[in-house]
């Protein structure tokens, strides 16, 4: 599977942006996919997920409100709309895609992550 970002770029305090992912390759068994961030000096975390079987989202407490996660079943993509953003959403913005296969002892998960896309939100 292979996983692209784009849309990142430089905006002011309260602006938007709009990220894209898109996932190519073997995207059958799709199981999830997310937005992830990494700002410097601090580890990755978690922005946004849905699981795809059941729609479920899940959203980290800082970004409640603000971000929203849409998806594209048919085109494999996923999108994360940012609003009323603030200096400390800088970050490198990932996108992951994880896979399921299988079931019981055949079950194989795997994780697929993008370059990542620079957010940068100037006050």
């Known amino acids: 599977v292979h996983v692209v970002e784009s849309g990142g770029g430089l905006v002011q305090v309260g602006g938007s942006l709009r990220l894209s992912c898109a996932a190519s390759?073997?995207?059958?068994?799709?199981?999830?996919m997310g937005w992830y961030r990494q700002a410097p000096g601090k580890e990755r975390e978690l922005v946004a997920l849905?699981?795809?079987?059941?729609?479920?989202?899940n959203y980290a407490e800082a970004v409640q409100g603000r971000f929203a996660i849409s998806r594209d079943g048919a085109k494999n993509t996923m999108y994360l709309q940012m609003n009323s953003l603030k200096p400390e959403d800088t970050a490198i913005y990932y996108c992951k895609v994880g896979v399921a296969s299988g079931v019981g002892r055949t079950y194989v998960r795997s994780n697929y992550w993008g370059q990542g896309t620079q957010v940068t939100v100037s006050s």
């Open positions: 390759g073997t995207t059958a068994n799709i199981a999830d």
């Open positions: 849905e699981v795809v079987s059941s729609g479920t989202t």
